[in-house]
């Protein structure tokens, strides 16, 4: 198991986990948003690139814009039969712009969080269609040094009531299988380390 990140109120605090990555993630409120990497260049990353190009970045990147209001299905739809294929591509030339030297695109980070999931197949159609033009567009513009690495990214449900394997896409579209977990939700301040990491083995144990 390895931690690469870590997102809390006070990004110092927890410096042992923080710093082996640059955390962010995208808007999804449209494909705009998409195309253009929306709130990534607001945010620390620019700065964290600047200060430490070895930084690595862990991206929220994605899939669909799921917060536009739009049936899932429809984007999901439209993404699979490769309507939006140059906004991927574009995506992806952007996020190799940035500069970082490994950028983990954590695409529809937490897919499973909440009561509505994605149909499974519309989600691994589309995601089939998206990866190879995100990584198209990233090799285009990339640096001899740069790499992308595509992360599946759940939440860890430790009831199993959802079944993760089902969005599985295929090794050929994910290098990276992920978990996003929380030491404490909207706490009013940040965890500890040994706090972090025992809720992390946790859910790993019971998985």
Known sequence: ??????????????P?????????????ESWDNITNMDWIEDGPVPADIASNANRAVVMGV???PHDSGTSWN???????AGTHNSKYYSLGQKMAQLGARTVYARVWWEFNMGDEY???TKFKAAWQVAIPQIRNGFNAAKTSEQQ????????PDRDHSTQRDAYYPGSGYVDVVSYDVYGKTYASSNQSKA???????GYWADL
Not at 74 to 80: E, R
Not at 148 to 155: E, R
Not at 195 to 201: F, I, K
């Open 1 to 14: 198991m390895t931690l690469i990140g870590y997102g809390g109120n006070d990004r110092s605090s927890v």
């Open 74 to 80: 429809t984007l999901l739809d439209q993404a699979a």
């Open 148 to 155: 992308l690495k595509i992360v599946l990214c759940s939440m």
């Open 195 to 201: 706090t972090v990491l025992a809720e992390v083995q």
């Open 62 to 64: 994605p899939l669909i």
């Open 118 to 120: 994605p149909n499974t």
């Open 16 to 28: 042992e986990i923080f710093n082996q990555a640059s955390g962010c993630f995208m808007g999804r």
